[in-house]
């Protein structure tokens, strides 16, 4: 999967869905990403974040981890650092 269609995938947080549900899929569609990889991704793609979001992914609960926050408090935490930086979210 390339970066660009990565990029498409994360503005669908602007659009409302969740993001937990974004980085989810991310994780299904391509094997060898991470939580490390998608934090990166993320943060580079929302300029406007500060590096305070990374430890938020670092520490979820994804499809891939058994241990971390749940995705309600992730999707909660992130879409309040979003609107923090400026973002407009439903």
Not at 13 to 39: M, T
Not at 50 to 66: A, F, G
Not at 80 to 88: A, P, R
């Amino acid at each position: 999967m390339l970066y660009s269609e990565n990029s498409e995938s994360f503005n669908e947080i602007l659009s409302g869905k969740r993001p937990s549900k974004v980085f989810n899929s991310l994780l299904l569609e391509n094997k060898i990403l991470d939580k490390y990889d998608l934090a990166d991704m993320f943060l580079a793609h929302f300029t406007l974040l500060d590096s305070k979001v990374l430890p938020l992914i670092w520490n979820w609960r994804s499809i891939k981890s058994i241990r971390g926050i749940s995705d309600e408090q992730f999707d909660e935490l992130i879409i309040e650092n979003m609107k923090n930086s400026g973002y407009e979210l439903p």
